[in-house]
């Protein structure tokens, strides 16, 4: 059974920075890659980046690109999420989901309970 646990989240100012993470268990073949994604209240989940476990290929939604990096630790099984210049439009809850690659969320199986990020103007 897949498992994912987020972790990291908090309270920052603008311009701060986190550091999520995403410890993923019992990854089968479909576990192709790892997305993160956002939901703020009222609102859908939209992508926010992913990373191809075999090769560390990573995908970016362009409101995160150059401020976001997200890598992978293949022999941890631990995904991360490096958040810089934080904005306050980048809060929510973000949750990690394991699956096929892309940007939605039906192409993920399996999710975390997800993490809150909330950032101060």
């Known amino acids: 059974q897949v498992r994912l646990v987020e972790s990291g989240g908090g309270l920052v100012q603008t311009g701060g920075s986190l550091n999520l993470s995403c410890a993923v268990s ?11 994604f956002r939901q703020a209240p009222g609102t859908e989940r939209v992508f926010v980046a992913s990373v191809i ?25 631990t995904v991360y999420l490096q ?13 990690c989901a394991d699956g096929y690659a892309g940007i939605l969320p039906a192409t993920y199986e399996h999710w975390g309970q997800g993490t809150q990020v909330t950032v101060s103007s």
Not at 26 to 36: H, L
Not at 66 to 76: K, L, M, N, V, Y
Not at 83 to 95: H, I
Request: proline share 2%; aromatic share 16%; net charge negative.
């Open 26 to 36: 019992g990854r089968t073949f479909t576990s192709v890659a790892v997305g993160w």
């Open 53 to 77: 476990w075999k090769d560390g290929s990573a995908y970016y939604a362009d409101s995160v690109k150059g401020r976001f990096t997200i890598s992978r630790d293949d022999a941890e099984s």
């Open 83 to 95: 958040m810089n210049s934080l904005k306050p439009e980048d809060t929510g809850v973000y949750f």
